[in-house]
């Protein structure tokens, strides 16, 4: 009898053992598995690392579409700058009386960075800041007005995509031409669960044409002082998926194959017993 018990006890506490380690294991994976789902920890990084002084400011790329709008006190002046052309007819249905409203012309940024603009001929804008292009233009313009002009540059084509992982993928207009990682995040919808926070690859062309693949770590709150974190425009942000989404897809497939199959057994079945009935 107390043999009986002594085993019986050794074998609970056996058991209240490997219990308490598959518990602890359980845990342990559940605080490793946390620890990838929430964006930027180690948050006091960034307030410990010196912040760049100047703000980020987009850079007039090749195959970029500009606006430029000349304006000054004698409007006369600068109507030979401001070119437009005639959109497309409106009207109402029925109506014969068909109206076009003019809008301004836009100029393309060729390979070598050029535009061919009224009057002045080609500039070189490609590498320069908005504010540069202006002040070049301004320039250019002191031979024709004599006062100082004003001059708008404007991104019309300023475009990023979000791919993989998120809730809504696809491309995106960015109308103030400045946007974050996360704020490209969030105009797709955010990551799903099954993103991988810190394997977001950022696919971007450089003004040689050159192609890069920049990974960027969202659970590293550092990330923000990446020169990659401001985006550029035609960048491409990919959300690689984790093992598990891979696993979920592959018993998909597989359980889609699966029942075609089927169909097609049930099927041929079907047919062999009515031409043997």
Do not use: H
Not at 154 to 159: A, E, F, G, L, Q
């Amino acid at each position: 009898m107390n043999n009986s018990f002594c085993i019986a006890a050794s074998i609970q506490k056996k058991t209240g053992g490997i219990l308490s380690c598959l518990i602890a294991l359980f845990l342990l994976t559940s605080c490793q598995s946390y620890k990838k789902v929430p964006y930027l920890q180690d948050s006091e990084v960034v307030g410990q690392t010196a912040q760049q002084e100047t703000l980020y400011d987009a850079k007039i790329m090749s195959k970029d579409l500009l606006t430029i709008v000349v304006s000054c006190t004698s409007p006369e002046l600068a109507v030979p700058f401001n070119l437009t052309v005639a959109s497309p007819a409106s009207g109402a249905a029925g109506n014969n009386q068909l109206t076009t409203q003019p809008v301004l012309q836009s100029y393309l940024v060729d390979n070598d960075g050029k535009i061919n603009f009224p009057v002045l001929g080609e500039l070189k804008v490609g590498g320069l800041t908005k504010k540069e292009a202006e002040q070049l233009i301004i320039e250019k313009l002191k031979p024709y007005i004599k006062e100082t002009p004003i001059v708008t540059v404007r991104m019309v084509n300023y475009k990023i995509s979000v791919l993989g992982e998120v809730v809504r993928p696809g491309t995106f207009t960015i109308s103030n031409e400045k946007v974050n990682l996360l704020e490209a995040l969030a105009m797709a919808g955010d990551m799903t669960i099954y993103g991988i926070r810190d394997n977001v690859k950022l696919i971007r062309e450089g003004a040689d044409g050159k192609q890069q693949i920049i990974t960027l770590d969202l659970n590293k709150a550092e990330t923000l002082l990446s020169p990659y974190y401001w985006l550029q425009q035609n960048d491409i942000v990919y959300v690689t998926p984790n093992k598990a989404k891979a696993r979920n897809s592959d018993i998909s497939n597989s359980t889609s194959l699966w029942f075609s199959a089927t169909s097609i057994l049930i099927s041929l079945a079907s047919l062999l017993v009515n031409i043997f009935r």
